[in-house]
C-alpha cells in the first residue's frame, strides 16, 4: 500500500487537500471518485498529518493567523494611547436686528369738496314733424298690368319664333307692322317718363288684325335685353288680341295704355314738386322724411325713386 496526496474538489466546488492508502494511483481515483470528490492532482507521497499538511505548509496557517492577532493588538494599543480630542462646537453667534427706521408718515391731503351744480332743465327735443304729402292720387294701372308680361321664365309667350340667320337684319325688322312698331315704342318708355302723342291713322284696326298672322322673330345676334322686348312685344299683341274679342278697338287700348304711363308720370312729377320745396325751404329733415314715404308710394310702378340729394357717380381712370 501507498500514500498518496490528492488536491480535490466537493460538491460545492470547494478545493480540499488530503492523502490516502491505495495499491495504486487508479485506486486512489476511484477512491476519490467514491467519496464523490473530483480530482485534481493526485502524487504518490508521505502521508499528511493533522490538517493535511507536512512540515512549513502545515504551519503557515497558525503564523498568519498569529500574525494578525499581535497587529491588531498593536492598533489597539496605539489608539488607546492617543490623546483624545475634544469635541468643537461652533460657536453660534447672536442675531444681529437690525431696527428699521420708520419712514414719516405723509400727512393726508385735504381735497376740498367739489361744489354741487344745480340740476340741470330736461332738454326738450324736437321731434320731427309728421310728413305731410299734399292731395295726390295714385293713378290707375290696369291696362299696363294686363299688357305687362310677367317676370317669369314659365310665361309661353306666342307668336315668337327663332330664327337661326347669322345674317340677320336690324332686329326691329321683325315688326313689320305699324301696331307692332308703336307697342315696341310704348314699351321702351321708362316708368315715370312722358309717351308722346301717336296719330294712329283710320285703318290701324286693320294693321293690328294683320299683325296677328306676323311671327316675331329672335336672332342670334339680339342680346338679352333685345330677345326679351320682343317677347314683351308678342305678349302685348296676345293680349290686345284678348280684348279685341271682347270688344275694344286697338286704338283704344293702346290710349288706355299710354294714358295710364302718363298719369304714371305726372304722380312722380308731382310727387318730386313737393320735395323740391321742402329743399328750397331748407326743411332737410323734413325732405328727408317725405322722399322716404313718397318712394314707397312709387315703389308698385317701377319708376326711379326721388333722391333729396344728388348721386353723382365719379368716373375711374380704367373707364
Request: aromatic share 6%.
Amino acid at each position: 500500500m501507498s500514500n498518496y496526496n490528492y488536491t480535490a474538489r466537493d460538491k460545492s466546488g470547494a478545493i480540499t487537500r488530503g492523502n490516502l492508502a491505495a495499491a495504486d494511483r487508479a485506486s486512489a481515483l476511484t477512491e476519490l471518485r467514491s467519496r464523490d470528490l473530483v480530482p485534481i492532482s493526485v502524487e504518490e507521497g508521505k502521508a499528511i498529518t493533522g490538517s493535511g499538511f507536512t512540515g512549513l505548509n502545515a504551519k503557515r496557517p497558525a503564523f498568519l493567523l498569529a500574525g494578525i492577532v499581535v497587529a491588531l493588538l498593536g492598533v489597539w494599543v496605539a489608539v488607546r494611547m492617543m490623546p483624545a480630542k475634544k469635541p468643537v462646537v461652533a460657536e453660534r453667534k447672536a442675531p444681529t436686528e437690525k431696527i428699521a427706521k420708520a419712514k414719516p408718515v405723509p400727512s393726508p391731503k385735504v381735497v376740498p369738496p367739489k361744489p354741487v351744480e344745480p340740476p340741470k332743465p330736461p332738454v326738450e327735443v324736437a321731434l320731427p314733424r309728421p310728413v305731410e304729402i299734399k292731395s295726390v292720387v295714385p293713378p290707375n294701372t290696369d291696362t299696363i298690368k294686363q299688357l305687362a308680361r310677367p317676370k317669369s321664365d314659365q310665361v309661353i309667350v306666342p307668336g315668337i319664333v327663332s330664327n337661326g340667320d347669322t345674317n340677320a337684319p336690324d332686329p326691329y325688322a321683325t315688326f313689320q307692322t305699324k301696331s307692332e312698331r308703336m307697342m315696341s315704342g310704348m314699351l321702351s318708355a321708362e316708368p315715370g317718363d312722358l309717351i308722346l302723342d301717336i296719330a294712329f291713322g283710320r285703318d290701324f284696326d286693320k294693321d293690328f288684325a294683320a299683325s296677328l298672322s306676323n311671327k316675331i322673330e329672335i336672332y342670334p345676334s339680339d342680346s338679352k335685353e333685345m330677345a326679351a322686348h320682343k317677347e314683351d312685344v308678342a305678349y302685348m299683341k296676345e293680349e290686345m288680341r284678348k280684348l279685341v274679342a271682347e270688344g275694344k278697338s286697338a286704338e283704344e287700348i293702346l290710349t288706355e295704355f299710354r294714358n295710364q304711363h302718363n298719369e304714371v308720370a305726372n304722380f312722380r312729377s308731382e310727387l318730386q314738386s313737393q320735395l323740391s320745396a321742402l329743399k328750397q325751404e331748407g326743411k332737410m329733415e323734413e325732405a328727408e322724411a317725405f322722399a322716404k314715404e313718397a318712394n314707397k308710394m312709387l315703389e308698385p310702378y317701377g319708376t326711379r325713386p326721388l333722391l333729396v340729394r344728388p348721386v353723382i357717380k365719379l368716373k375711374t381712370p380704367q373707364q
